[in-house]
C-alpha cells in the first residue's frame, strides 16, 4: 500500500500527485516509471515517474483522466492509498552532455520528459524546449521546465499562447534560425512523435522518444507492450520505454493503442454509473 | 484382498461438470473424489515389492505407503507421508503429468495393457489435499529454533515457494520478493481458475505467511531492489525467477491487433481476472474465432479460455501428430470434449490482416513426419503447395516461453547458458556466485510444476548447509555429512 500525500490539478484533467514509495524514490533515474494498480481488481497502469525526492521517500506522478482507471485515481487524495506501486521499471535514460538538444513535448508528455531534461541540464547539455498543446488550457509545467532549459519555447495549435503552430513548426524554427542541433527527445502523443521523427529523419538529427504502449506486468513477461523498431520486436517495458525514434514504427503504435477502445469505454460507463448509484 | 481382487476394480471415475455447463463458467473440472472413491481408487494398488511410480516420482514420494493408508481411511496420515517429499499436494494432483511419471510404469497399468488404467495416484494425492484443507486439519510443521540467519526468495512460483517453505521450518528467517502484486508465479498468472483454483495457491502462501514468511510483493529484483544490494542485506539468495519471456513465432503480421502470446492472454483472463469484466478492470479480447498455436498445456488453458471467453470455434494449430502433443493426457481430452478443434500437422507460415490492422486470416502449411529428431519424436517436413487461408479474429501464441532475462542482465556476475538460463549445480542449485542458489524454469527452461519444486528442496538443502557450515567448494559433501533431513 502506498499512500498519496498530495494531489494538485495543474491541467484540465490533469492532476500531480506525490505518493509515498521510499525504495522507489531512492533508486529510480529518469525516464523510468511505476506500474500502478489503484485498488483490488484495477489495471495494472503504467505511469512515467515525472520527479521523486529520495530524502523525503517520495515519487511524483502527474496523470491525465482518460479512462476509468485514471477517473478513478483522479477522485482520490491526499491520504488514500493505493493497492500496488511497482519499480522503478524501464531502462533509464541514457544521459550525457549531447551539445545543443531540443527536448520536445507535447501536451502531457511534459511530465515524462521533465525528469530527462532536468538530467540532461545537470551533464551539461544546452537545452531548447518546445512546450507545444493543443491550446492555452493544456500547457502543464511550463515553471518547472523552464528552471532546467536554457531556453523554453512555447507552442499551440490554435496561437492562444505563446507561438502558433506545431513542435514539427517549432523545430523548422530553430533550423531556420540557425541552430545546430546535436539531438532531439520528444516525449507526447505518438502521432506527435511520429512526425517529429519523420522531420528529424529528414533533417538527419538523432531523435530518442518515449513510448507509452498498453502494458500489463511491466516485467516482459506478456509481450503485450511490443513495438517494432527497425527489424526488430522490442518489449517497451524492459527494453525501453525509450528508442531511437527514427527506427519506431509508429503506425503499428498507434494501431495498438486502440485495440481495446470499446471495451474501455465499456469499463468507464461502467465506472461512471457505479459511481453515480453509489451516490 | 489379494492382487487379483485389487486388479478386478475398475478405475473410479471423478466427477467433472458437463463440458456444455463448463463453458459458461471458471469452475473447476473435475470434481475431486469422495472418500469411499478415493478408498476404493487406492484398494487397486497391489503394493508392489519395487515401486515404479516412486522411481517415477521426481521428488520421491512413498506413493504405496500413502495408498495403503488411504484404504485404511488414514487420511492425516496419508497427506503427512505426502508432505514428507511434496509441499503443494493440491497443486500437484492436479497439474502434474502423472500419465508420464508416477502412473508411466504402475504395475496395474501394464497389467491392463492401458496406461489410463494406472492407479489413480494423482486423484487420490488430490483428494488427500483437499480433505486437508477442508477439514481444517492443516497441520503446521514445527519451525526449528531460530538459526539468526536471513535469506531472500526472488520469485514466488513453486520453485520459490518450496524454498521458502523448507528454510522457513529449518529456522532461517525467509524473505519472498515477487514482481507480480500476488504470490504464486505460473500457479496465479498462467493456469486458469478451472484447472488449478486460486484459492488454493493463496491458501499455500497464507500458511507459509502463518510460519513467518515475509512476502514483498510488487517488488521486482534487478529493478526496485538490485541484486548486489540484496546480497548484502542476506546471508544466502535462491533465484526462481522463472520462464516468463514469451517466444513468439517470427512470422509476418505477428504484431496485428488480435494477436496475443499466451501469457499476456492468460495474465488477463487470470491474475487480473479479465473474465469478470467490468467487475474488474482489465479488459480481455473475446473473438469469435480463436486459433491457438502449440500443443502443450499452455496451449490447451488457452483454447479452453477462449471458450470460456465465448469463442464459437477453437482451434489448435500444431505442427507436429497427436501423439507428440506435450500437453497432459488429460488436458487434450477435457479440451476435445469442450469442442477444441485439433488442426494437427499444420504450421502457420504468416498472418494477414484487414485495412483496419486486426488479424483476419492465417495462411496455414500441412506437414508431414520424417525421421526422429535429437528430442526423439518425428520431425515434421513441410508439405510443398499445401498452403492454405484460414480465417480467424484472434491468434494466441503458445509456442512456449524462455527464461526470465531481468536477472541475468541485470546481474551479469551469474552464469547463464546459452538459452538464457541460469546455471545451477544439480545437486545443490549452487550458481557462479558464492551464496546464490536458482531452480526452477529459469533453470530448466519451461519445465514441470514438480521439477520446479523439486529443485526448491534440492537448493533448499544445499543452502542450508551452507549458511550452517560457510562451506561453498565442497558444498554436495557438506550435504551429504549433514543427511537426514529430506
Ligand atoms: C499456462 C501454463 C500452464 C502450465 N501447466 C502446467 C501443468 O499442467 N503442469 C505442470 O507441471 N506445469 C505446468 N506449467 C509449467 C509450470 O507452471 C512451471 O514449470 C512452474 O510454474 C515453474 O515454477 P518456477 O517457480 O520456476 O517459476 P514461475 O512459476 O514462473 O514463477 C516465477 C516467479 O518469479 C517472479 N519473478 C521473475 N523475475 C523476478 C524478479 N526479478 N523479481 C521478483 N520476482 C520475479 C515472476 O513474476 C513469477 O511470479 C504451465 C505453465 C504455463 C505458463
Ligand atoms: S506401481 Fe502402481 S500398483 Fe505398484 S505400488 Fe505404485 S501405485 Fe501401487
Ligand atoms: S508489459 Fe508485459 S511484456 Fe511489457
Not at chain 2, 517415477?56 to 497427506?79: H, Q, R, S, T, Y
Not at chain 2, 517429499?85 to 497399468?109: D, I, K, S, Y
Not at chain 2, 481430452?333 to 498472418?351: D, N, R, T
Not at chain 2, 527452461?445 to 544445499?462: D, E, H, K
Request: net charge negative; charged share 25%; with cysteine.
Amino acid at each position: 500500500m502506498h499512500q498519496i500525500l498530495s494531489r494538485e490539478t495543474i491541467g484540465p484533467d490533469v492532476c500531480r500527485y506525490v505518493v509515498e514509495a521510499p525504495e522507489i524514490a531512492r533508486r529510480r533515474k529518469p525516464g523510468q516509471f511505476v506500474i500502478v494498480r489503484i485498488c483490488e481488481g484495477g489495471e495494472r497502469i503504467p505511469l512515467t515517474i515525472a520527479d521523486a525526492d529520495p530524502q523525503a521517500g517520495t515519487i511524483t506522478l502527474i496523470v491525465q483522466t482518460v479512462g476509468k482507471s485514471t477517473l478513478q485515481m483522479s477522485r482520490m487524495g491526499p491520504g488514500d492509498l493505493l493497492a500496488d506501486v511497482a519499480g522503478p521499471l524501464g531502462r533509464p535514460t541514457h544521459i550525457g552532455n549531447f551539445g545543443t538538444v531540443v527536448c520536445v513535448a507535447g501536451g502531457i508528455g511534459a511530465a515524462p520528459l521533465f525528469p530527462i531534461v532536468q538530467a540532461l541540464h545537470l551533464a551539461g547539455s544546452r537545452i531548447v524546449t518546445l512546450l507545444c498543446a493543443r491550446n492555452a488550457d493544456l500547457l502543464i509545467m511550463e515553471e518547472d521546465l523552464k528552471a532546467v532549459s536554457d531556453e523554453l519555447i512555447v507552442m499551440t495549435d490554435d496561437g492562444s499562447r505563446g507561438i502558433r503552430g506545431l513542435s514539427t513548426d517549432g523545430i523548422r524554427m530553430l533550423v531556420d534560425r540557425g541552430l545546430a542541433i546535436d539531438h532531439v527527445f520528444a516525449i507526447g502523443p505518438p502521432v506527435m512523435m511520429k512526425f517529429v521523427c519523420k522531420l528529424t529523419g529528414e533533417l538527419g538529427i538523432p531523435t530518442t522518444v518515449s513510448l507509452n504502449p498498453i502494458m500489463i506486468d511491466g516485467t516482459g513477461m506478456c509481450g503485450g507492450c511490443r513495438v517494432t523498431v527497425g527489424d526488430a520486436t522490442k518489449f517497451a517495458c524492459v527494453d525501453g520505454p525509450e528508442f531511437d525514434g527514427l527506427q519506431v514504427d509508429f503506425d503499428e503504435l498507434i494501431r495498438r493503442l486502440g485495440a481495446y477502445k470499446d471495451r474501455e469505454k465499456e469499463a468507464l460507463e461502467h465506472f461512471r454509473s457505479d459511481c453515480r448509484l453509489g451516490q | 484382498m489379494d492382487a487379483k481382487e485389487r486388479l478386478a476394480i475398475p478405475p473410479q471415475p471423478m466427477p467433472e461438470q458437463s463440458p456444455h455447463e463448463r463453458i459458461g463458467n471458471q469452475r473447476e473440472v473435475p470434481q475431486g473424489y469422495g472418500p469411499e472413491a478415493a478408498m476404493k481408487e487406492a484398494c487397486r494398488c497391489v503394493r508392489c515389492k519395487r515401486p515404479f511410480c516412486t522411481e517415477g516420482c521426481p521428488v520421491g514420494i512413498d506413493i504405496p505407503g500413502f495408498l495403503e493408508a488411504v484404504e485404511k481411511g488414514d487420511f492425516a496420515l496419508g497427506i503427512r507421508i505426502i508432505k514428507r517429499r511434496n509441499v503443494l499436494p493440491a497443486v500437484c494432483g492436479r497439474v502434474c503429468p502423472q500419465e508420464a511419471q508416477c502412473q508411466l510404469g504402475c504395475t496395474v497399468g501394464k497389467f491392463h495393457h492401458d496406461p489410463t488404467k494406472s492407479v489413480g495416484i494423482g486423484k487420490i494425492e488430490r483428494f488427500l489435499a483437499d480433505w486437508e484443507r477442508a477439514t481444517g486439519k492443516v497441520e503446521m510443521p514445527t519451525k526449528a529454533a531460530p538459526t539468526g540467519r536471513k535469506i531472500a526468495v526472488v520469485g514466488s512460483g513453486p520453485a520459490g515457494l518450496t524454498v521458502a517453505g523448507d528454510m522457513i521450518v529449518l529456522g532461517h528467517s525467509v524473505t519472498v520478493f515477487e514482481a507480480l502484486h500476488k504470490p504464486g508465479g505460473v500457479l496465479v498468472y498462467g493456469i486458469p481458475e478451472f484447472r488449478l483454483p486460486k484459492e488454493i495457491v493463496s491458501r499455500e502462501a497464507e500458511n507459509l505467511k502463518a510460519l513467518g514468511v515475509e512476502f514483498r510483493l510488487s517488488t521486482v529484483v534487478g529493478r526496485t531492489y538490485p541484486m548486489e544490494e540484496v546480497l548484502e542485506d542476506f546471508d544466502a539468495v535462491f533465484i526462481g525467477s522463472g520462464a516468463g519471456l514469451p517466444k513468439f513465432m517470427g512470422v509476418p503480421g505477428e504484431n496485428l491487433l488480435g494477436v496475443f502470446s499466451a501469457n499476456e492472454y492468460l495474465t488477463r483472463a487470470n491474475l487480473m481476472r479479465a473474465f469478470d469484466f467490468p467487475a474488474n478492470d482489465t479488459p480481455i479480447f473475446r473473438g469469435r474465432k480463436v486459433i491457438t498455436v502449440g500443443g502443450g498445456n499452455v496451449a490447451m488453458d488457452c483454447a479452453r479460455t477462449a471458450l470460456r471467453m465465448g469463442a464459437g470455434r477453437s482451434l489448435i494449430v500444431y505442427r507436429r501428430s497427436e501423439t507428440e502433443l506435450p500437453a497432459r493426457i488429460e488436458e487434450v481430452h477435457h479440451a476435445k470434449e469442450e469442442g477444441v478443434e485439433f488442426h494437427l500437422l499444420q504450421a502457420p507460415l504468416e498472418l494477414i490482416g484487414d485495412e483496419r490492422g486486426w488479424v483476419s486470416g492465417m495462411k496455414i502449411e500441412k506437414m508431414g513426419l520424417g525421421e526422429p529428431d535429437s528430442s526423439g519424436r518425428r520431425r515434421p517436413i513441410p508439405i510443398k503447395g499445401s498452403e492454405f487461408v484460414e480465417e480467424t479474429d484472434s491468434v494466441l501464441v503458445a509456442i512456449g516461453n524462455s527464461p526470465n532475462p531481468l536477472i541475468p542482465s541485470s546481474y551479469p556476475a551469474v552464469e547463464t547458458n546459452r538459452w538464457g538460463g541460469i546455471v545451477a549445480n544439480e545437486a545443490t542449485g549452487q550458481t557462479s556466485v558464492r551464496g546464490v542458489f536458482a531452480g526452477g524454469d529459469i533453470v530448466l527452461g519451461a519445465a514441470t510444476v514438480i521439477l520446479a519444486m523439486g529443485q526448491g528442496r534440492i537448493a533448499a538443502r544445499a543452502m542450508h548447509a551452507y549458511l550452517l557450515t560457510g562451506r561453498w567448494d565442497d558444498l554436495e559433501q557438506a550435504v551429504s555429512a549433514q543427511g537426514g533431513m529430506q
